[in-house]
Each structure stands twice: as structure tokens, then as C-alpha cells.
């Protein structure tokens, strides 16, 4: 079975530019999460989808996020315009059930995201 | 005050030797707990999960101490292999879906 993947694996943009991130989970996976880690913190919960629509969107920093899940399959995130404290590894995962306190989680490779 | 607090470390032991990592959380209502591990550059993948009555698996054994709000793992026989970062995962469930909060890790490293 194939695991969570994530596109671009590296992405390196100037500040003031857009970028679009994405997550594919695994198949039949109705909870999909978005995690940020910026040089030297925790990894950082942004936003869960169940299936196409958002659950908690709590962590997202600001209105420079926007993350969408349409038709409930892969998830895109993009930052627009980009600023220098977007810097850092995004994590998506995903887990199977109604993500009840149990769920695993499974975590994608990250997309390490360099704004200069 | 951080919601889930580790020591980052790191921490050298030698082959063989024996590691215990604590984490504490803050949120009482923390409900499931789990230890992380991972490795340089990838991504995290789930070691185990940490129940009250505690739970064992090969070299690695979790605890929880709902009391005093921590939990731990301990290595037995450490190896090479086992280097990496060791993150520690509370969950609260919020509204039927669970919240997910990561302590910053550990980093392990096994010296030859």
C-alpha cells in the first residue's frame, strides 16, 4: 500500500512569490492534517480536513495559508505571497478513521520550503 | 509554558546502554499519548502508543503517569540503529476529532 506522498520535496522561492504545496494520503484515508516545522521548534499542528472539508483550521498562521481538499482525495496548500518566517519542513499525514483519540497517523516525507 | 515539554538533549549513551526519555504535557485533559521517532530529514512514524497500565515492545518500554502529567521510554540495549529523534505526541479530543500537540524530541544518539 502507498504511503502518504508529498510534491515538491524541496522548494526554494523568493520572498513575495506563491507556492503550492501538495499531499497525497493514503487511499481510503477520510483525515488529512497539515504540520509545519520551522528550524529549531516543535512540529506545529495547521489544519485538518475530514474528507473535503475543514475541521479544524486553528493553526494556520494567517490568510497567507489557503489549503483546500477538493473531492476529498489530495490536498494542496498554498502560501501566497511567501514571506521569510514561512521557512521550514511541511508535514501532511493522514489516518483512516473518524479521527477519534486513537488514530495513527501516518506522516508523509515533508516539503522543505526555503523563502529567500 | 509549553504544552508538551522535552528535553531536547542531546543525549550520547553508548551500545548496550539504557536511555529513558520523560515528556510532560500540561493539558489535563490530554487523552492518548504516543512516542515518535525520526530520523534526519524524514518524516515522523509512530514507535508506540503509551496506555496508563503501560506497554512494552522488545527494547522499548512506555509509561504514562496521568498524576504528574508525564510520560516516558525507555531503550534497553541500545543500538546504533536507535539514533534518532524521539517526539512525544499528546492528544486531546476536541469535538470527536483528536488534537494533535508535539514536543520538540529528543535526539538520541548511540556512540560505538
Known amino acids: 500500500e502507498a504511503g502518504v506522498t508529498q510534491f515538491p520535496s524541496h522548494s526554494v522561492i523568493e520572498k513575495g512569490q506563491t507556492v503550492t504545496l501538495r499531499c497525497d494520503p493514503i487511499s481510503g484515508h477520510d483525515n488529512l492534517y497539515w504540520y509545519r516545522r520551522v528550524m529549531g521548534k516543535e512540529i506545529k499542528f495547521l489544519l485538518h480536513?475530514?474528507?473535503?472539508?475543514?475541521?479544524?483550521e486553528s493553526g494556520m498562521p494567517n490568510n497567507r495559508f489557503l489549503a483546500e481538499r477538493t473531492g476529498g482525495t489530495y490536498s494542496t496548500l498554498k502560501v501566497q505571497p511567501a514571506e521569510l518566517e514561512d521557512s521550514g519542513v511541511y508535514f501532511c499525514?493522514?489516518?483512516?478513521?473518524?479521527?477519534?483519540?486513537?488514530?495513527?497517523?501516518?506522516f508523509g516525507p515533508g516539503t522543505r520550503l526555503t523563502v529567500l | 509554558r509549553k504544552e508538551v515539554e522535552q528535553d531536547p538533549g542531546p543525549f550520547n549513551v553508548p551500545e548496550g546502554a539504557t536511555v529513558a526519555f520523560n515528556c510532560t504535557y500540561s493539558n489535563s485533559a490530554s487523552q492518548s499519548f504516543f512516542w515518535y521517532r525520526q530520523d534526519c530529514r524524514k518524516e515522523p512514524k509512530l514507535l508506540m502508543s503509551?496506555?496508563?497500565s503501560g506497554n512494552e515492545d522488545g527494547r522499548f518500554t512506555a509509561q504514562l503517569n496521568r498524576a504528574s502529567q508525564y510520560i516516558s521510554l525507555l531503550i534497553r540495549d541500545s543500538k546504533l540503529s536507535d539514533s534518532a529523534t524521539y517526539l512525544c505526541?499528546?492528544?486531546?479530543?476536541?469535538?470527536?476529532?483528536?488534537?494533535?500537540?508535539f514536543g520538540i524530541g529528543t535526539k538520541l544518539q548511540v556512540i560505538p
Open positions: 499525514a493522514s489516518s483512516q478513521d473518524r479521527g477519534g483519540y486513537t488514530d495513527t497517523q501516518y
Open positions: 480536513f475530514v474528507k473535503e472539508s475543514k475541521q479544524d
Open positions: 503509551v496506555y496508563s
Open positions: 505526541v499528546v492528544n486531546v479530543n476536541s469535538g470527536g476529532y483528536q488534537k494533535v500537540t
